[in-house]
């Protein structure tokens, strides 16, 4: 394609918060949230780009792998966990088949399932059950670009007052993913799309050239870009920002008009782990004896009713590869009418939290995939781009300055600072410059006990300073395991601290937290000096 209108930059959030608990009879509901990821978002994303690469269309996507869910991508015992899960699964798609044997469609519904199952195993075992290993084939074909985000997911701006906290988050931001990936990230997802005037210096001592933001972060920089969001703009040391596309963003995620609201897609809130009766499901059920999603839904969203009809499966798609068509002509429209006003190609970007892709819109995954190849195949006006790339198609460039903003509610924080989780910051600004003063103090020590001891405090803090404990309060759900974790890195915390300050270091208590809390493990005492 020659000289295209514009670009679409698509950008994909994978993150989830460090759940690991080891040790437990039962697993702990929260770890589902990686099981239900990788069945539901990751393995299906695999499966596009090697649909995509075996057509030989040209896709190009950027996926934020946060540290934290890297971390547990590649963690055994996290792995075998999933294998759990999913062998569980399998066995309760085959007692499915058995109990629908004489409702027809119900029946194809549960082979359909097993099927789905049994080779979302497959690609799981290909590479002994390290997803990093099966991204990488399209990482090095240009067809995929990966960039990390803070070590933990903190919100970056309510911590501009402690440098210690914004280096120790970049730095084992870098180091994790390069550990991990095996090469320098050139971007970075910041934490819910958080800026402060002045973290561009620090992005550019830890070599991140770009980042994004909601579109108000650039709508209100000064001076006001000529573009908008559809070019990059540079604000300061080289690093670039890009906003968000409202227009491509609402098609999306709209919940009045959004396309995963089609009625024929399938109904995310009917699940047999709740729908059936509970003597049935219970064995199936990776829990306590809770009821909880299995994974396994045989309605469609069928209207605003509570009324819902069985999920069939072609006609989904058929409506998916419609809405692949729709948002493909009306980004055409949009590079057309901003290539006539601005005489450049529009940059379009269009990010979303990757599981919206499969874990809450099953079908998105494939739309996606059609998307792609209607792009390639079907009009020759807009091609897709990764971010740097997009710095050098536009002939111009705006230098601006930016205001603190970030995406959510209001676009100003407020999700993660308000009366229902304000409490957390007191605790977190205390022991951040409590890690800071002991880091300076014990630097130098040749002491591997009083090292291990200030790496897992650090370990701690950061874990503790993650944006989804206050997200998770302000929600409303899961609420009491946000608080608990919060508390926890409080007092292990505490607890490693008061090792240092007497000299008693129980080194049974300390091999026992940094086992269950192994993440970061090229951490460094100056992080955090």
């Known amino acids: 394609m020659t000289n295209p209108k514009g670009y679409l930059l698509l950008m994909l959030h994978a993150h989830l918060p460090f759940v690991r608990h080891p040790g437990y009879d039962l697993p702990f509901i929260e770890e589902n949230w990686l099981n239900e990821a990788i069945l539901e978002t990751y393995i299906p994303l695999i499966r596009v780009f090697q649909n995509l690469k075996k057509e030989n269309v040209p896709f190009?996507?950027?996926?934020?792998?946060?540290?934290?869910?890297?971390?547990?991508?590649?963690d055994e015992y996290l792995q075998n966990q999933f294998r759990k899960y999913l062998k569980n699964l399998i066995s309760l798609a085959k007692e499915e088949k058995k109990r629908t044997k004489f409702d027809p469609h119900l029946n194809y519904l549960s082979d359909y399932y097993l099927s789905h199952f049994e080779n979302s195993l497959s690609v799981f075992e290909e590479t002994k059950g390290d997803l990093t290993k099966q991204f990488l084939p399209?990482?090095?074909?240009?067809?995929?670009?990966?960039?990390?985000?803070?070590?933990?997911h903190g919100?970056?701006?309510?911590?501009?007052?402690?440098?210690?906290?914004?280096?120790?988050?970049?730095?084992?931001?870098?180091?994790?993913f390069r550990k991990i990936w095996g090469r320098d990230p050139k971007g970075i997802w910041l934490s819910e799309c958080g800026y402060y005037p002045g973290l561009e210096d620090d992005l550019d001592k830890e070599g991140f050239r770009y980042f994004f933001v909601d579109t108000h972060g650039i709508n209100h920089a000064s001076p006001r870009p000529m573009f908008g969001v559809y070019s990059p703009v540079e604000v300061g040391y080289g690093v670039f920002a890009f906003g968000r596309d409202t227009e491509s963003s609402r098609q999306v995620w709209s919940s009045i008009d959004g396309y995963p609201g089609d009625f024929h897609y399938r109904e995310y809130y009917r699940d047999i782990g709740h729908d059936l009766d509970y003597d049935y499901i219970k064995p199936f059920?990776?829990?306590?004896?809770?009821?909880?999603?299995?994974?396994?839904?045989?309605?469609?969203?069928?209207?605003?009713?509570?009324?819902?009809?069985?999920?069939?499966?072609?006609?989904a798609m058929e409506a998916c590869g419609n809405h692949a068509e729709d948002f493909l002509r009306n980004r055409i429209a949009q590079a057309e009418s901003l290539y006539a006003k601005n005489k450049q190609p529009a940059i379009i970007v269009s990010p979303y939290d990757a599981e919206l892709y499969g874990h809450w819109w099953y079908e998105g995954p494939q739309f996606i995939e059609f998307l792609f190849k209607k792009m390639f195949f079907d009009q020759d006006v807009i091609q897709p781009i990764h971010p740097m790339d997009a710095t050098r198609v536009v002939p111009k460039v705006q230098s601006v300055k930016m205001q603190m903003s970030s995406w959510g509610e209001n676009g100003y924080g407020d999700v993660w600072l308000n009366p229902s989780n304000d409490w957390i910051y007191k605790h977190i600004h205390s022991?951040?410059?409590?890690?800071?003063?002991?880091?300076?103090?014990f630097k130098d020590s040749t002491d591997p006990l009083f090292v291990r001891v200030l790496k897992q405090?650090?370990?701690?803090?950061?874990?503790?300073?993650?944006?989804d404990w206050a997200f998770i309060m302000k929600t409303g759900t899961m609420v009491d395991y946000a608080v608990r974790r919060t508390n926890v890195h409080s007092n292990?915390?505490?607890?490693?601290?008061?090792?240092?300050?007497?000299?008693?270091?129980?080194?049974?208590?300390?091999?026992?937290i940094e086992?269950?809390?192994?993440?970061?493990?090229?951490?460094?005492?100056?992080d955090f000096c």
Request: charged letters at 20%; glycine letters at 6%.
């Open 431 to 441: 022991l951040s410059i409590d890690m800071f003063h002991k880091a300076n103090e």
């Open 492 to 512: 292990l915390f505490l607890h490693l601290k008061s090792m240092l300050e007497t000299g008693n270091i129980d080194e049974s208590s300390l091999k026992q």
């Open 155 to 176: 919100f970056l701006p309510f911590y501009q007052s402690e440098p210690s906290i914004i280096r120790s988050q970049l730095r084992n931001g870098r180091r994790t």
């Open 138 to 152: 399209f990482v090095e074909s240009g067809n995929l670009e990966i960039i990390t985000s803070p070590a933990t």
């Open 515 to 526: 086992s269950e809390h192994n993440l970061f493990p090229d951490i460094q005492i100056s």
């Open 285 to 315: 059920l990776n829990s306590n004896g809770v009821r909880i999603n299995t994974g396994i839904k045989y309605h469609k969203i069928t209207g605003k009713t509570t009324h819902k009809e069985l999920y069939r499966p072609d006609d």
């Open 60 to 74: 190009r996507i950027t996926m934020s792998f946060t540290p934290t869910l890297s971390s547990m991508l590649v």
């Open 457 to 467: 405090m650090g370990r701690e803090l950061l874990l503790l300073q993650s944006s």
